[in-house]
Nanobody, 126 residues
């Protein structure tokens, strides 16, 4: 069983930064892929970034490329999402998720992931 705890959300002004943390990935086979998703009110959940924790392969949504960075600290069993140059449209509930396997072309689909954190709210004001 994989239990994920995500944290680090908050309220910032546009242009600011936040770092989200996803603890508990444990780097087992069941959680070798860890992704970050977000959901804004009235919108579907969308994939933001994902990382293969047994290597360092990463994936990003076009909307966050160059602004967000996903990384890991194996010693702490934690995956991070560093978010810079935040925009109001980045506002939403952010969730980390884990899976044994995700496809290269489907990493952004929430159906690819089996385990989910409880979510952390990010609010970006203009």
């Amino acid at each position: 069983q994989v239990q994920l705890v995500d944290s680090g959300g908050g309220s910032v002004q546009a242009g600011g930064s936040l770092r989200l943390s996803c603890a508990g990935a444990r780097y087992t086979y069941s959680s070798q892929y860890v992704g970050w998703f977000r959901q804004a009110p009235g919108k579907e959940r969308e994939g933001v970034a994902s990382i293969y924790t047994r290597g360092d392969r990463t994936y990003y949504a076009d909307s966050v490329k160059g602004r967000f960075t996903i990384s890991q600290d194996r010693a702490k069993n934690t995956v991070y999402l560093q978010m810079n140059s935040l925009k109001p449209e980045d506002t939403g509930m952010y969730y980390c998720a884990a899976s044994a396997f995700v496809g290269v072309s489907t990493w952004y689909r929430d159906t690819e992931y089996n385990y989910w954190g409880q979510g952390t709210q990010v609010t970006v004001s203009s």
